[in-house]
Nanobody
């Protein structure tokens, strides 16, 4: 079992940067595929990025490619999302999630954090 706590959200201007962090607890963190999702009001939860247990493989939704970078530190049980060149459309609650089987669908994840708000002002 994994418990997840996100931090690092906030208010930023268009073009700015934020780095989200996800702190995990649990003995088998390093076996989980970790992902970030986001959800804005009235919209479904959307896949943003994922990283393999080793950190060697990453994948992103097209809208954030080249701007966001996912990374992990298994020794510290941390996952990060570096967000650059932020746009108003990036405004959402961002969630960290863990799964044992790769998926871009929220239903494929058993463990979720509480979310952290990111607001990009124009």
């Amino acid at each position: 079992q994994v418990q997840l706590v996100e931090s690092g959200g906030g208010l930023v201007q268009v073009g700015g940067s934020l780095k989200l962090s996800c702190a995990a607890s649990g003995r088998t963190f390093e076996t989980y595929i970790m992902s970030w999702f986001r959800q804005s009001p009235g919209k479904d939860r959307e896949f943003v990025a994922t990283i393999s247990w080793s950190g060697l493989t990453t994948d992103y939704v097209d809208s954030v490619k080249g701007r966001f970078t996912i990374s992990r530190d298994n020794a510290k049980k941390m996952v990060y999302l570096q967000m650059n060149s932020l746009k108003p459309d990036d405004t959402a609650v961002y969630y960290c999630a863990a799964t044992l089987s790769s998926s871009r669908e929220p239903d494929g994840y058993a463990y979720w954090g509480q979310g952290t708000q990111v607001t990009v002002s124009s």
